[in-house]
């Protein structure tokens, strides 16, 4: 008869070892995972937090949605993410809308307004709506005034820009107080495969344990299911399980996690069987 396993009660398969490269205890210094929501009812929300949670560090509200809900059912979404110790922030394309619509009289109002109804966290980027070196740091030094955190993205959905430039727009960012910087999946892939010449370039540039790479989605002419996957494959071979990977969707926190630790259809990157003595 076989014995039981040991190891704690609260973990199913305690046995079965993670690798100790991927951090496992909130709040993490690396190895970020940064989920997308479009829209999430508050009780899918709760269920995906409630399931995974301790493996999401931060949620992106997206684009201008944040604009449709009800007050107070936004806040109690906000709480819920906290709870849950995942940092909610506004998507950069609701600022870049409000700038290019008002103008930059009208984001300190937007800045403020963020903060009342319970953002702590904004993203300014340059998507749709381009900013120059100039702009992107006043932008970032006027949120970090208003007493918000900020993560900057570089890269453009429409622009094709080489990893000079990145990096370059990036080093502005981190001068100006932001905490993270993004880089826009639409720059970091070519006809469904990943771009190795700009990313290890940024790998030589910046310090990419203060940079989340997003994940491209069909938002994107040409990607598919498949090449979402084998982006995630690739980030987590090249740069280890511990890589900070955004734009992940809610449906896809555990299947990525698990890929994080081996666990995932592509198996374990390692195997142990050789150094390992079976015992019938």
């Known amino acids: 008869m076989a014995r039981p396993v040991t190891g704690?009660?609260?973990?199913?398969?305690?046995?079965?070892?993670?690798?100790?490269a991927r951090s496992q205890v909130k709040p993490r210094a690396t190895g970020l995972t940064m989920m997308v929501d479009f829209g999430l009812p508050y009780r899918h929300a709760a269920d995906v937090a409630e399931m995974a949670g301790r493996y999401i560090d931060l949620a992106k509200i997206a684009v201008g949605t944040s604009r449709l809900?009800?007050?107070?059912?936004?806040?109690?979404?906000?709480?819920?993410y906290k709870k849950h110790r995942i940092r909610p922030f506004i998507g950069g394309?609701?600022?870049?809308?409000?700038?290019?619509?008002?103008?930059?009289r009208a984001l300190r109002n937007f800045l403020v307004e963020a903060k009342r109804v319970g953002f702590d966290v904004v993203e300014i980027s340059d998507n749709c709506v381009p900013l120059t070196d100039e702009q992107r740091f006043r932008q970032i030094r006027l949120a970090v005034d208003c007493g918000l955190g900020v993560f900057g993205e570089i890269g453009s959905k429409d622009m094709k820009n080489d990893a000079g430039r990145l990096i370059a727009q990036g080093e502005v960012c981190f001068r100006a107080g932001a905490e993270l910087v993004l880089v826009e999946a639409a720059e970091l892939i070519e006809n469904g495969k990943p771009k190795m010449k700009l990313i290890n370039g940024l790998?030589?540039?910046?310090?990419?344990?203060?940079?989340?790479?997003?994940?491209?989605?069909?938002?994107?002419?040409g990607v598919t299911l498949s090449a979402v996957e084998d982006m995630k494959k690739f980030l987590v071979r090249e740069f280890g399980p511990d890589v900070n990977i955004a734009n992940v969707m809610p449906q896809d926190i555990l299947e990525t996690e698990a890929l994080r630790v081996g666990l995932g259809v592509v198996g374990p990157r390692v195997s142990r069987r050789r150094n390992m003595k079976i015992k019938s």
Not at 93 to 104: D, P
């Open 8 to 20: 704690s009660r609260k973990t199913p398969f305690a046995f079965v070892e993670l690798p100790r």
């Open 93 to 104: 394309q609701f600022q870049e809308y409000v700038f290019a619509t008002y103008g930059g």
């Open 203 to 221: 790998r030589r540039g910046l310090d990419m344990t203060r940079v989340l790479i997003e994940l491209p989605g069909p938002w994107i002419r």
């Open 69 to 80: 809900y009800d007050l107070s059912y936004l806040r109690r979404k906000l709480a819920l």
